[in-house]
């Protein structure tokens, strides 16, 4: 569950800039939301909070039953280890292939080397990358890098995936894949953020809609999509 109470996040940097002001927002474990706004709306800050890159200058941020208005330091890194990160730009480990690329995060956690031979090539099958594992990244296209991200992101089971503008380092045309996909991991029960500037794949798509704007929550609906019409 993610929860922000009453949320402001003030910059003193540059002569002080209002970045979120009185945010409330609720999301239920289990839900896929679409998180839109121009720039400068308040979407990157909203991530920063949720990942706790920064804390709120007031209010209470709630992920996955961590307070992180007040976690100690040294419990951020367990922290992150309950959330998956998709990145714009890949973020994969360029002399790792992609077997390792995603056994990488279950590693570092110390998962069993039995439990790495079960679950890579689970996530892998799922995002349809099977036999591209011992590829390395400069082989692949820009649509197969994000498909490993996203393995990767949903390697450890994670309660919750953020993705921060996915699809917009990938062709248009597979821009939907990329949604379809992580729809279908939030199938499985993953909470799943989204963060897009792209309004066609909102309007397809539909489900909820955050809209943020000068920091504000202005739009919070269920809507219609192209998609939920098939």
Do not use: W
């Amino acid at each position: 569950m993610v929860e922000l109470k009453n949320v402001d996040v003030h910059f003193k940097d540059g002569g002080g800039v209002d970045a979120l002001n009185g945010v409330n927002l609720r999301i239920e474990d289990g839900e896929f939301v679409f998180i839109v706004g121009d720039s400068g709306a308040g979407k990157s800050t909203l991530l920063k909070l949720l990942t706790r890159e920064i804390a709120p200058t007031s209010g209470r941020v709630f992920v996955n039953g961590y307070n992180l208005a007040k976690i100690k330091n040294k419990k951020i890194p367990y922290f992150r280890r309950s959330i998956g990160m998709i990145f714009q730009d890949f973020r994969l480990i360029p002399d790792l292939n992609v077997y390792d690329n995603v056994a990488f995060v279950l590693r570092v956690t110390n998962k069993s080397k039995r439990t790495i031979r079960h679950r890579v090539p689970y996530v892998l099958n799922l995002v349809k990358l099977a036999e591209r594992a011992k590829a390395y990244p400069d082989t692949l296209s820009g649509g197969e890098k994000q498909r490993v991200a996203i393995a990767r992101a949903f390697a450890s089971d994670p309660g919750l995936i953020i993705a921060d503008e996915p699809t917009a380092n990938v062709d248009p045309a597979l821009s939907y894949d990329i949604v379809k996909l992580l729809k279908e991991i939030n199938k499985c029960g993953t909470t799943v953020i989204m963060v897009t500037h792209e309004h066609s794949l909102v309007e397809y798509f539909g489900g909820r809609i955050v809209s943020l704007k000068a920091g504000e929550v202005v739009f919070d609906e269920y809507v219609g999509g192209e998609a939920q019409d098939e």
